[in-house]
């Protein structure tokens, strides 16, 4: 996988440090153990980040240490995530005080970043400065900012996994797609989102970004790029990608190959953010044993490859 994050402000809180008590671990989870993994969460109110504290409390072998953002401070993020008990666990806006916890009790630490990515780098930094991995799932992170972290990692021996996505289905949607390139000449990229915030998707920009460099040449008989209606080339191999954008439209990203006499299509929706957690805690236990930062396209190969164990698992339990 490659590295996970999102953003967050370096803001101090001294003057309520005396009425918070920061805990290594989770006091009312049944599972709390000397040996799980202490997770701490920055951008732990957004709703993706809600969704991971509630997955990272229910699953084994980890357990919710730090809750990390700028609103809601001081409240306990349990009940900020609609559990029945509190965690005792309250929404700090300073980071490092979290991470200064759990570093004196020499956990295993990770910290799941949802900011933003202009402050990724200095948050896996300081992650880093306490001994600790980091998951980063920030959209639209750029590549220099990748070799950067890349370089620190190295340098300080700590594992950081920089995810593109953390949907299994899209893994699953872009290894399809790959392989159906192969036998197709045309291919375009359809998808509908509920905002224009970005626009292409991440999603859509790594699916072209895939198909390019194959060796292919797609829709030879059309790259005009003066027919707005056309929708926006990809790169120069002829990948097109249109955008349909609605509130309310659930997240969904569609691939039409077509060849002589056929249409094949591959389609993927996401209707909710619970679709991400299976590839969070994936993440979080394979940071763990990392020692540098996982590229992009060596991040996707591992995550597609999980993604074919889990699916395995459901199809077989025992």
Request: charged share 20%; aromatic share 6%.
């Amino acid at each position: 996988m490659a590295a996970l994050s999102f953003q967050f402000q370096t803001t101090s809180y001294k003057r309520k440090f005396h009425k918070f008590k920061i805990r290594s671990s989770i006091s009312s989870s049944a599972q709390t153990s000397q040996n799980n993994i202490k997770v701490v969460i920055n951008g732990a109110t957004k709703e993706i980040g809600r969704a991971a504290v509630l997955a990272v409390t229910k699953a084994r072998g980890m357990e919710v240490a730090g809750a990390v953002d700028s609103h809601l401070v001081g409240e306990d993020i349990g009940k900020v995530c609609g559990m029945e008990e509190a965690l005792e666990i309250p929404i700090i806006n300073d980071i490092t005080m979290v991470l200064g916890s759990i570093s004196q009790s020499k956990a295993t630490g990770v910290v799941i970043d949802f900011t933003d990515p202009s402050t990724v780098y200095d948050n896996v930094k300081q992650a880093t400065a306490f001994g600790m991995k980091s998951v980063v799932y920030v959209p639209r992170i750029k590549l220099d900012t990748v070799t950067a972290l890349s370089a620190l990692c190295e340098k300080a021996s700590m594992g950081c996994l920089i995810a593109p996505t953390l949907s299994i289905g899209s893994i699953l949607l872009q290894q399809a797609a790959i392989q159906a390139s192969f036998h197709y000449n045309n291919v375009e990229i359809v998808e509908s989102r509920s905002n224009a915030a970005e626009l292409p998707s991440t999603d859509a920009t790594q699916i072209a970004n895939n198909l390019s460099n194959l060796g292919q040449i797609y829709n030879r008989e059309d790259h005009s790029t003066k027919v707005l209606a056309r929708g926006q080339l990809l790169g120069e191999d002829g990948i097109r990608v249109h955008s349909m954008v609605m509130p309310g439209l659930p997240a969904s990203t569609k691939v039409y190959f077509s060849g002589p006499g056929e249409v094949y299509s591959l389609e993927h929706n996401i209707t909710d953010v619970q679709c991400l957690m299976p590839g969070l805690i994936l993440a979080i236990r394979k940071v763990v044993r990392l020692k540098s930062t996982l590229r992009r396209r060596q991040g996707e190969d591992i995550l597609a490859s999980v993604a074919t164990y889990l699916l395995s698992k459901v199809q077989s339990p025992n």
